[in-house]
């Protein structure tokens, strides 16, 4: 959909300079840079526009109208006294993107959080019809492509609507901007060959928040500090630093309010699930209460934990909470005793004769 994004791989300066010193829009679609008629030296963009101090999300629109180009959408903006079109990006139905605003400047799309929002609008009027698949897919790989290094390099970018910010309509009420949440997310962790992926969390206190989400797209938690290198990992607490990873999604907050809300969304608006086979040696406990007991262990021996209702495969699992009924593995270690004393003190001699 987009592969003059994605194949030709343009840095950000050089987008950038293409359109000021082209003077006109663009629309990628395949490797072609087409022109417009307008020209921003005719618009004299130096006038009205202010950079964006910083970049913090993307606002979807809708046109509400038909599948106009882009200059359509110019020309009545500069009717209300614009300086040009409000928004960043235009996407027509057959998932043509068009070029509007350049990228570093603040666009006209939602009053209040131009100064840190890139506008992206759909082409049509999503009050009667649902963007099409196309759209869909061109708006997931372009918000990934502002994300990542290989593109704008952002990094990770909320997706909200412009009724969020907002008493409106758009961007309608047929769009679903779960499915670009979910597109981005796939993209974010796309690899062919994944060796190592999982949910990575500070400490025991972060544990209640990283469980349903474990559960949810079928995912082991590893704890910060094991001496792993991950494919593709989510991180719950602390950021990113430290985190020997390719791909990572982070899900911190400033606190553990904002960490648990943002890892709600993301179970809200996702349906991924890890293939879990062939696991070398994991730990299986019950729930939340067995995760004090097992933080050492899984610490000491840089193993992950896997709650019980994950469907996971393994070589050697340790049983740390319930029974080795339901666990799938060639070697079985049981650690669970009868109450969560007797494990504990079961983990705590396992621990100190290996």
Same mark, same amino acid.
């Given at each position: ?27 990628? *679609?395949?490797?072609?840079?087409? *022109?417009?008629?307008? /020209?921003?030296?005719?618009? #004299?963009?130096? =006038?009205?526009?202010?950079? =964006? ?12 109208? &038909?599948?106009?180009? $882009? ?8 009717? =209300? ?13 057959? &998932?043509? %993107? ?7 400047? *603040? ?8 100064? /840190? ?16 698949? #196309? ?31 907002? /008493? ?7 769009? !679903? ?8 997310? @796939?993209?974010?962790? @796309? #690899? ?28 082991? $938690?590893?704890? =910060? ?53 062939? %696991?070398?040696?994991?730990?299986? %406990? !019950? /729930? ?5 007991? %097992? ?31 339901? $666990? ?9 005793? *009868? ?9 705590? @001699? ?5």
């Amino acid at each position: 959909m987009i592969n003059w994004i994605k194949n030709n791989k343009v840095p950000a300066i050089i987008l950038i300079a293409m359109i000021i010193v082209a003077g006109v829009f663009g629309i990628w *679609q395949g490797a072609t840079y087409l *022109q417009d008629e307008f /020209s921003y030296f005719d618009l #004299e963009p130096a =006038r009205g526009f202010i950079e =964006r101090p910083v970049t913090k999300g993307v606002v979807y629109h809708h046109t509400a109208s &038909g599948d106009v180009p $882009i200059s359509r959408h110019h020309e009545f903006h500069l009717s =209300r006294g614009w300086v040009m079109v409000g928004y960043h990006f235009h996407i027509r139905q057959d &998932g043509t %993107i068009e070029v509007g605003r350049p990228l570093n400047v *603040q666009g006209a799309h939602v009053v209040g959080k131009n100064a /840190s929002k890139i506008g992206v609008a759909f082409a049509g009027n999503m009050q009667n019809h649902p963007p099409t698949e #196309e759209q869909y897919e061109s708006a997931a790989e372009l918000h990934h492509w502002l994300e990542t290094e290989e593109g704008m390099g952002y990094g990770n970018l909320t997706i909200t609507g412009h009724n969020d910010w907002a /008493s409106t309509a758009c961007p309608g009420r047929l769009t !679903n901007l779960n499915i670009i949440r979910e597109g981005v997310i @796939e993209l974010r962790l @796309e #690899e062919e060959d994944p060796l190592i992926k999982g949910i990575i969390i500070n400490s025991f206190a972060d544990f209640p928040v990283a469980e349903p989400l474990a559960i949810k797209i079928n995912a082991p $938690i590893y704890l =910060r500090g094991m001496d792993i290198e991950y494919d593709k990992a989510i991180i719950i607490g602390g950021g990113v630093g430290g985190i020997n990873a390719e791909k990572a999604v982070d899900l911190s907050g400033s606190n553990r309010y904002e960490t648990a809300q943002n890892t709600k969304d993301f179970i809200d608006q996702t349906d991924l699930e890890f293939d879990l086979e062939d %696991i070398e040696e994991g730990v299986v %406990i !019950n /729930s939340f209460a067995d995760f004090p007991s %097992i933080e050492p262990l899984s610490h000491r021996f840089d193993i992950p934990i896997f709650i019980r209702q994950i469907d996971a495969t393994f070589e050697t699992a340790i049983v740390a909470g319930g029974g080795i009924e339901g $666990i799938v593995a060639d070697n079985i270690v049981k650690l669970s005793g *009868q109450n969560r004393y007797e494990t504990a003190e079961n983990i705590y @001699e396992y621990l100190t004769t290996r």
